[in-house]
């Protein structure tokens, strides 16, 4: 990823947000974390697939919940998929839990249960 890539996505989140770019050998990942430590997420995505992109690992200190920093994470997210031409967005959360009703009220759904966990779900949403 180039300095402009870097320096656009940054813009997205705006300056109360740090990013960590990291580039492996089967993709791309952005860590993102809010400048005083309480919340952090993760974007990424894979080399052999140009059209999705991926969202794990949001955590929101309780003591800021309900601020609206997990909806500005999950916005960023899609911002940036757009700004990386991404088109399908999947995260997987814990089945039957809030956060799987969020991001259901934010636009997402069930695409599959995650074999890797039990008791969690793939979501999916075409941008």
Do not use: P
């Not at 991926?54 to 920093?69: A, P, W």
């Not at 998929?81 to 009703?101: E, V």
């Not at 009220?105 to 075409?126: A, P």
């Amino acid at each position: 990823m180039g300095d402009i890539e870097k320096l656009a996505i940054q813009n997205i989140l705006g300056n109360d947000y740090i990013c960590h770019f990291v580039e492996n050998d089967w993709g791309k990942e952005i860590r993102i974390m809010k400048t005083d430590g309480l919340a952090f997420a993760r974007i990424y995505w894979e080399n052999d697939d140009n059209d999705t992109i991926y969202f794990n690992m949001l955590n929101v200190d309780e003591s800021i919940r309900k601020q609206g920093v997990g909806t500005y994470l999950l916005s960023a997210f899609k911002n940036i998929a757009k700004y990386l031409l991404r088109q399908i967005l999947f995260l997987w959360c814990k089945k039957d839990s809030w956060m799987n009703d969020w991001y259901c009220r934010c636009g997402f759904t069930y695409y599959s249960d995650y074999f890797q966990e039990d008791n969690h779900v793939w979501l999916k949403m075409i941008r």
